[in-house]
């Protein structure tokens, strides 16, 4: 029998999607196969102090019965690291792959990744880049254009210049798009902290509110529009789910519709013709493969009621995992179950780490030198 594999699974976080990730996170646990691996628990909590042992039950509510922990960049170690009472540090676990099941920022954006890389742990998921484009929708939409992928009207707003010269701001929305308009944090998810304005007061009111969450906010045109969302899967040669489509009963698909209410429609497959479907996977892939994501994505696209235009949205390179998460359920329509999904992103995270290896990291200009006098000499 092979060995076992130890999966750390990092979630909690100090974002705004905190209880999400928890939520996320059980699921995960739930699912993964006992027989083929070992999990690991690593909480984050709201103040971002890492801890391992009943990290699940401390997170919420339960027992404490934890400790600190850490992962050492540059150890040369993949071991998660605890503390006891003397500030004493042993080795909780050698990690074979981490599952970062974190949403948002302190996790979904690049920083857990890069510390994940400087620990040399194989990892699920998106690079340092990917996460990081995947997480900010300003930087997400401008290398959409690049790419010539239809994204809709927006405008970037600085907090700054929102405290300090909101008339101004106000002005120039106005001048740039129509209501609705929806404001957006740069660097968040799950609809925490956006709002659907119909009207000045409401803009007003969706500019503080997402300045409560980041000092980079978007401004985006809102339309008529059905919401459609794709998973996505792979490394070098990813491939898309079916289509499914969302049918919110709330004014759109906000936080508490996305995690509380569970009343939302859910068609799956979306009811699109055959050449739409078509064309959005193969935007999703494109979307994917644009940002250099890797492992996991789920890619939201808006079309317009009135004339079936496709517009992408955004993509989420830690999308939810929870019951009632679209990506797992997109993948079990396709015909990849839950259990199944874990076993092939665990696979693409050792494969991905593997490739990389391949590469060289150390350069020797003396090495150069020589290269260079032997081909002088041999052309002489």
């Known amino acids: 029998m092979s060995k076992k594999l130890k999966v750390g699974i990092i979630f909690g976080g100090r974002s705004g999607e905190h209880d999400v990730s928890l939520n996320s996170a059980q699921s995960v646990m739930n699912a993964l196969d006992k027989s083929r691996y070992d999990i690991v628990p690593i909480g984050i909590t709201r103040s971002g102090k890492w801890i391992t042992g009943g990290a699940v039950a401390a997170l919420t509510g339960g027992s404490d019965a934890t400790r600190p922990a850490a992962l050492l960049a540059?150890?040369?170690?993949?071991?998660?690291?605890?503390?006891?009472?003397?500030?004493?540090m042993s080795a909780a676990a050698d990690l074979d792959v981490v599952i970062p099941v974190l949403h948002g920022t302190y996790g979904e954006d690049g920083t857990v990744q890069g510390l994940l890389e400087l620990a040399n742990v194989p990892y699920v998921g998106a690079?340092?880049?990917?996460?990081?484009?995947?997480?900010?929708?300003?930087?997400?939409?401008?290398?959409?254009?690049?790419?010539?992928?239809?994204?809709?009207?927006?405008?970037l707003v600085r907090r700054a210049d929102w405290q300090t010269n909101g008339d101004l701001v106000i002005a120039e929305v106005e001048a740039t798009l129509r209501y609705p308009v929806f404001t957006k944090p740069a660097n968040l998810g799950s609809s925490v902290g956006i709002c659907k304005c119909a009207?000045?007061?409401?803009?007003?009111?969706?500019?503080?509110?997402?300045?409560?969450?980041?000092?980079?906010?978007?401004?985006?045109?809102?339309?008529?529009?059905?919401?459609?969302?794709?998973?996505?899967?792979?490394?070098d040669e990813p491939i898309?789910?079916?289509?499914?489509?969302?049918?919110?009963?709330?004014?759109?698909?906000?936080?508490?519709?996305?995690?509380?209410?569970?009343?939302?429609?859910?068609l799956i497959p979306a009811p699109i013709?055959?050449?739409?479907?078509?064309?959005?996977?193969?935007?999703?892939?494109?979307?994917?493969q644009a940002i250099d994501c890797a492992g996991l994505g789920r890619v939201d696209f808006l079309l317009d009621r009135t004339d079936d235009a496709v517009y992408i949205n955004e993509i989420n390179t830690i999308p939810g995992f929870t019951h009632i998460s679209m990506y797992p359920k997109l993948w079990e329509a396709t015909g990849i179950?839950?259990?199944?999904?874990?076993?092939?992103l665990i696979e693409l995270a050792l494969d991905r780490f593997a490739e990389k290896a391949t590469s060289t990291t150390i350069f020797d200009p003396a090495a150069l030198a020589d290269q260079r006098n032997q081909t002088s000499t041999s052309s002489v």
């Open 337 to 344: 179950s839950y259990s199944e999904l874990l076993d092939r």
């Open 240 to 266: 898309a789910s079916i289509v499914g489509e969302i049918r919110p009963k709330r004014a759109f698909y906000d936080y508490v519709a996305k995690y509380i209410s569970d009343d939302s429609d859910l």
């Open 74 to 88: 540059g150890a040369g170690t993949s071991a998660l690291m605890q503390f006891d009472t003397e500030s004493r």
């Open 127 to 155: 690079g340092v880049v990917g996460s990081a484009v995947g997480m900010d929708k300003a930087i997400f939409k401008a290398v959409m254009q690049a790419h010539g992928i239809p994204i809709l009207p927006w405008q």
């Open 199 to 235: 009207n000045r007061a409401e803009l007003i009111h969706g500019l503080h509110e997402a300045a409560r969450f980041d000092r980079r906010i978007v401004v985006e045109q809102g339309i008529d529009a059905r919401e459609l969302e794709v998973s996505v899967l792979g490394n």
């Open 273 to 288: 013709s055959a050449e739409l479907s078509d064309r959005i996977r193969r935007l999703a892939v494109d979307a994917f």
